[in-house]
Antibody, heavy 121, light 107 residues
Framework: QVQLQESGPGLVKPSETLSLSCTVS????????WSWIRQTPGRGLEWIGH???????NYNPSLKSRVTISVDTSKNQLSLKLDSVTAADTAVYYC???????????????WGQGTLVTVSS | DIQLTQSPSSLSASVGDRVTITCRAS??????LNWYQQKPGKAPKLLIY???SLQSGVPSRFSGSGSGTDFTLTISSLQPEDFVTYYC?????????FGGGTKVEIK
């Protein structure tokens, strides 16, 4: 079964770039679409963006100007870059597989365990 | 963005109780609604997709219903491991959004 594991720095300075990786095991990363989602006590669960099997991406408009999601097929890894971070970007970041069914129906399963990123000087 | 409002935000119940959680969408989303369970310190886990389909491996005491703007997650007989937090999520329009969560606590 597919398993996901996030990794990356737990502390990022304000104005710098947050960079996370998500290693996919138990399946090929090229077979599915993938998403990043973050969670904070104040804003709850917030979708960051998807990357589709075609390599095309779709980002949350609230973050679109700062986000890049990509895939490294040689490493079976998904990555997230978020530029110009502030304290408001402090969150637990999750990667998740996006399962598409039909029409507008899709869901996130499974999720990685999540990684806490704190933005602070 | 489509807003999802969950109610109640928390509830107290006992083992064996039947519990219903509601998720209301700000616009009609047909049946494009999913439910997740989150245990403390863990990632959300998919319970129900497309409003009423039970994810493989999820106990049958969980069920979902609804369409349009009003949805429910029902736990027919609460078990000790069910006292955690539940979220709804819509996929009808982008960006996908989540409800604020419902925490089920032991009475």
């Amino acid at each position: 079964q597919v398993q996901l594991q996030e990794s990356g720095p737990g502390l990022v300075k304000p104005s710098e770039t947050l960079s996370l990786s998500c290693t996919v095991s138990g399946g090929s990363i090229t077979s599915y679409s993938w998403s990043w989602i973050r969670q904070t006590p104040g804003r709850g669960l917030e979708w960051i963006g998807h990357i589709y099997t075609t390599g095309s991406t779709n980002y949350n408009p609230s973050l679109k100007s700062r986000v890049t999601i990509s895939v490294d097929t040689s490493k079976n890894q998904l990555s997230l870059k978020l530029d110009s971070v502030t304290a408001a970007d402090t969150a637990v970041y999750y990667c998740a597989r996006r399962i598409y069914s039909s029409g507008y129906s899709y869901w996130f399963d499974p999720w990685g365990q999540g990684t806490l990123v704190t933005v602070s000087s | 963005d489509i807003q999802l409002t969950q109610s109640p935000s928390s509830l107290s119940a006992s083992v064996g109780d039947r519990v219903t959680i509601t998720c209301r969408a700000s616009h009609s989303i047909s049946s494009y609604l999913n439910w997740y369970q989150q245990k403390p310190g863990k990632a959300p886990k998919l319970l129900i997709y497309a409003a009423s389909s039970l994810q493989s491996g999820v106990p049958s005491r969980f069920s979902g219903s609804g369409s349009g703007t009003d949805f429910t997650l029902t736990i027919s007989s609460l078990q000790p491991e069910d006292f955690v937090t539940y979220y709804c999520q819509q996929s009808y329009s982008s960006p996908p959004t989540f409800g604020g969560g419902t925490k089920v606590e032991i009475k």
